[in-house]
């Protein structure tokens, strides 16, 4: 019997113990940045403006240096989702669930080439582990955008400018 009492009475102290010896950075994604990719897509029809994702984190910081996987492997297949969708509808393919709201192509361009800048800005910020996320939703987002046309072009071009400068 004395020796519970003393173990539960020793317990909690050696866990605070445990518990201070971190150094209290605890890196995380933010909660918006796990958002379904229609909140994504909702946020990116504000580009080239500043784009939010559930009035709470831009894209880029969906990609914090020390992401766990889990979260990287999350943010990372919502991106390739929502790239997906834009180069769908710069294709002039109707959006899944036939939603008759598509963004035109260029629209499309547009949002497109904010999330890879923004996605861009990130990376940099990240120290590397995310740079192969960017360049698989870089790919997602441009293919067909070759066949769009000049426009569409440069559409991708301002939006990817103002995501590495806004994102």
């Known amino acids: 019997m004395r020796k519970t009492l003393a173990f539960a009475l020793i317990l909690p102290v050696i866990l605070v113990a445990i518990a201070g010896c971190s150094d209290g950075r605890k890196i995380s994604t933010p909660p918006a940045c796990l958002a379904a990719p229609e909140f994504w897509l909702t946020a990116l029809s504000n580009a080239p403006e500043k784009v939010v994702i559930e009035e709470s984190a831009s894209i880029?910081?969906?990609?914090?240096?020390?992401?766990t996987v889990a979260n990287q492997e999350e943010v990372g297949r919502t991106a390739v989702i929502v790239a997906s969708?834009?180069?769908?509808?710069?294709?002039?393919?109707?959006?899944?669930?036939?939603?008759?709201?598509?963004p035109t192509a260029e629209e499309a361009a547009l949002m497109a080439g904010y999330l890879v800048g923004a996605l861009e800005k990130g990376a940099n910020e990240?120290?590397?582990?995310?740079?192969?996320?960017?360049?698989?939703?870089?790919?997602?987002?441009?293919?067909?955008?070759?066949?769009?046309?000049?426009?569409?072009?440069?559409?991708?071009?301002?939006g990817r400018d103002a995501g590495l400068a806004e994102g």
């Open 85 to 102: 969708s834009l180069a769908a509808s710069i294709k002039g393919e109707p959006r899944a669930g036939g939603e008759s709201n598509s």
């Open 126 to 158: 990240s120290g590397g582990i995310h740079d192969v996320m960017v360049t698989r939703v870089e790919a997602a987002a441009t293919n067909g955008l070759d066949a769009a046309g000049p426009a569409a072009r440069e559409q991708y071009e301002e």
């Open 60 to 67: 880029s910081e969906c990609l914090p240096e020390k992401q």
